[in-house]
Nanobody, 126 residues
Framework: QVQLVESGGGAVQAGGSLRLSCAAS????????MAWLRQAPGKEREFVSA????????YYTDSVKGRFTISRDNTKSTVYLQMNSLKPEDTAVYYC???????????????????WGQGTQVTVSS
């Protein structure tokens, strides 16, 4: 089993940037595809981005393509989400998640079982 801890959230103005980190412990990170999901107030949790075990494949929801970049450093057991050109609609709690399924299945919305972090708040003001 893997334990996940997110950090890096905060409050920024529109157009600003944040870098989220997800530190993993327990089972080796290379056993998992990793993902970021978010949940805005009053809305369901939604997929943001996913990355395969070896970083060969990355996936993004359409609304963040060209603005967000997911990456991972397996030697540091850490996954990142670089968020640029932030918009007020990016405001949400961002969750790091690990799955033994593939990143492509995550992006297709076909994974329901994850190991979750506690979440980190991102607030973007206009």
């Amino acid at each position: 089993q893997v334990q996940l801890v997110e950090s890096g959230g905060g409050a920024v103005q529109a157009g600003g940037s944040l870098r989220l980190s997800c530190a993993a412990s327990g089972r080796t990170l290379t056993n998992y595809a990793m993902a970021w999901l978010r949940q805005a107030p009053g809305k369901e949790r939604e997929f943001v981005s996913a990355i395969s075990r070896s970083s060969s494949f990355t996936y993004y929801t359409d609304s963040v393509k060209g603005r967000f970049t997911i990456s991972r450093d397996n030697t540091k057991s850490t996954v990142y989400l670089q968020m640029n050109s932030l918009k007020p609609e990016d405001t949400a709690v961002y969750y790091c998640a690990a799955t033994e399924r593939s990143a492509s299945l995550v992006a297709a919305g076909k994974v329901s079982n994850y190991y979750w972090g506690q979440g980190t708040q991102v607030t973007v003001s206009s």
